[in-house]
């Protein structure tokens, strides 16, 4: 039966300020970075934001030594695809509840950094058959969405202003990665990809700790990096379910 799915639409730059919002180190290294890599390249400043610590994600290590580690790692996987500011929050790991506290939070980053384009991950249940998706995910995810709007609304998280954060309503292009239902791709063939696969080597702790049959970062963004390709129809590619476009 023919894919009856419409065709990826490319996400083209320039722009000038990126926001990555994830919950997790590592997070935005399973693909994400390969794009970021990209527009930095391009021009663009960016920054990521990170609602925990992973402290949770390393069952042979305890959590506060873990989320040491873990933050140090994601720091230096952002420095290898040219990203110098990483923000963390210190939410707990594996304990995001969505409402409206986490919806603040990220408004006030999106504030903070005031970018044009904010990247979130993936809301759903599920990111395909069989690949379940985890909480901090979904919540992190959906609230993003949310955050975007309330970000340029003065008169929500009030006491914003306070703290000197005015309203920010320039963000025009919002994009999940991740998604189940993608929309638009970013072509990552050659040294963005192999950025992505440099950033991801950066975990080198967290990778050690994984299953023994679980992919090298190469083997694994050849994966989803190659498959976003393919759906593409070019080398590789990260794929993006844009929610809006507003340039």
Known sequence: MADERPALRPLEGPFSSILC???????????????????????????????????????????????VVREEEERESARRVGV????????????????????????????????????????????????????????????????????????L?????????????????LAAAGSPTPTHYVDVTGEHFEASVHSLEAHAEYNAALPSDFPAPRELLTMILGGGGEAAGVDKALTLEVLFDRR
């Not at 994400?32 to 069952?59: C, K, M, N, P, S």
């Not at 006030?108 to 990111?127: E, L, M, S, Y």
């Not at 914003?160 to 309203?167: A, K, S, T, V, Y």
């Open 84 to 155: 110098e500011t990483v923000e963390f929050a210190g939410w707990a790991d594996g304990s995001i509840e969505s409402g409206v506290p986490l919806r603040r939070e990220i408004a006030a980053a999106i504030r903070r950094h005031t970018p044009d384009v904010v990247i979130g991950q993936n809301w759903a249940d599920r990111f395909g058959p069989g690949m379940l998706n985890q909480a901090d995910h979904r919540a992190v995810g959906l609230a993003t969405l949310d955050a975007v709007a309330d970000a340029g609304n003065r008169w």
């Open 21 to 67: 919002v994830v919950a997790h180190p590592d997070d935005i290294e399973y693909g994400a970075a390969a794009a970021v890599h990209r527009w930095v390249q391009e021009g663009a400043t960016a920054a990521y934001f990170l609602l925990t610590r992973g402290e949770a994600g390393i069952d042979t290590m305890e959590p506060e030594r873990a989320a």
């Open 157 to 173: 998280h009030r006491d914003l202003l306070d703290e000197g954060l005015e309203p920010w309503a320039g963000v025009k292009v």
